[in-house]
C-alpha cells in the first residue's frame, strides 16, 4: 500500500540553527513527493515538491530530495528562523493515486 | 496555481444540527477531496468528489453523516450531518492540478467547533 512515515515530533531549535525533519516512504508506482506547512491557525501551504527521482525541491531556505534508493524525502534547512514555526507534513501524491497520503505532521518550534 | 475559496472559514453548531461547507475553484478540475484534520492530528481523507459521478468514501465515513455535492467542475459542498463534539476538527477541500505547475491545492479550512 501507499503509507509515509514522518519522524516524530517535536522539534524544538534554536535560530540559525540546522533542520532535519526525516520522511520514508512506500508507494506503488511512481509517486510524487510533497512537504506542506501549515502554521497556527491556518491551512496547508505547499512548501515544495519533487516529482521524479534525484528530483530537488527547494523554496524559502528549505530543501528535500527525492531518493527513490532509500524511498526517502527529508526535509533541510541550514538556518531557520523563529518564523519557520509550524507543523510540517510530508505527503506522496501523484496521478496514479489521485490522492494525498500524508505523515503524521511534525511540529517545529524555533526559539530566538 | 488555482485558487479555492471554502467557506465558511469557521463555525460553532448545536449538536444535532448540520453544517454546509462550500468549496468555489477558479478553474476545472477533474477530482476535488475533502479531508478532516482532528485537533493536533494529521489530515484524513473523508472522500473524492468527481463531477457526475457519486463520491467515494474511505473506510470509516458514510454519505449518510458526509452528503457531498459536486454539481459541476468548480464547486462543491460537504455536509457534516447530525454534529456531536467529535465532530469538531478542521475541514478542507483540495483539488489536483493537472496543467502547468503539477500539484495540489488547498482551500483555507473550515474550523468546526460543536457545543
Known amino acids: 500500500g501507499n503509507s509515509v512515515t514522518q519522524m516524530e515530533g517535536p522539534v524544538t531549535l534554536s535560530e540559525e540553527a540546522f533542520l532535519t525533519i526525516n520522511c520514508t516512504y512506500t508507494a506503488t508506482g511512481y509517486p510524487s513527493l510533497f512537504w506542506y506547512v501549515q502554521y497556527p491557525g491556518e491551512g496547508l501551504q505547499l512548501l515544495l515538491k519533487?516529482?521524479?527521482?534525484?528530483d530537488k525541491g527547494s523554496n524559502k531556505g528549505f530543501e528535500a530530495t527525492y531518493r527513490k534508493e532509500t524511498t526517502s524525502f527529508h526535509l533541510e534547512k541550514g538556518s531557520v528562523q523563529v518564523s519557520d514555526s509550524a507543523v510540517y507534513f510530508c505527503?506522496?501524491?501523484?496521478?496514479?493515486?489521485?490522492?494525498?497520503?500524508f505523515g503524521r505532521g511534525t511540529q517545529l518550534t524555533v526559539w530566538p | 496555481s488555482a485558487v479555492i475559496s471554502q467557506k465558511p472559514s469557521r463555525d460553532i453548531c448545536q449538536r444535532g444540527t448540520s453544517l454546509t461547507i462550500q468549496c468555489q475553484v477558479d478553474?476545472?478540475?477533474?477530482?476535488m477531496f475533502w479531508y478532516r484534520q482532528q485537533p493536533g492530528q494529521s489530515l484524513t481523507l473523508i472522500a473524492t468528489a468527481n463531477q457526475g459521478s457519486e463520491a467515494t468514501y474511505e473506510s470509516g465515513f458514510v454519505i449518510d453523516k458526509f452528503p457531498i455535492s459536486r454539481p459541476n467542475l468548480t464547486f462543491s459542498t460537504l455536509t457534516v450531518s447530525n454534529m456531536s463534539p467529535e465532530d469538531s476538527s478542521i475541514y478542507l477541500c483540495?483539488?489536483?492540478?493537472?496543467?502547468?505547475?503539477?500539484?495540489?491545492?488547498f482551500g483555507s479550512g473550515t474550523r468546526l467547533t460543536v457545543v
Open positions: 519533487a516529482t521524479k527521482a534525484d
Open positions: 483540495s483539488v489536483e492540478e493537472l496543467e502547468g505547475n503539477y500539484g495540489y491545492t
Open positions: 478553474s476545472q478540475v477533474t477530482m
Open positions: 505527503a506522496l501524491g501523484g496521478s496514479t493515486l489521485g490522492r494525498l497520503y
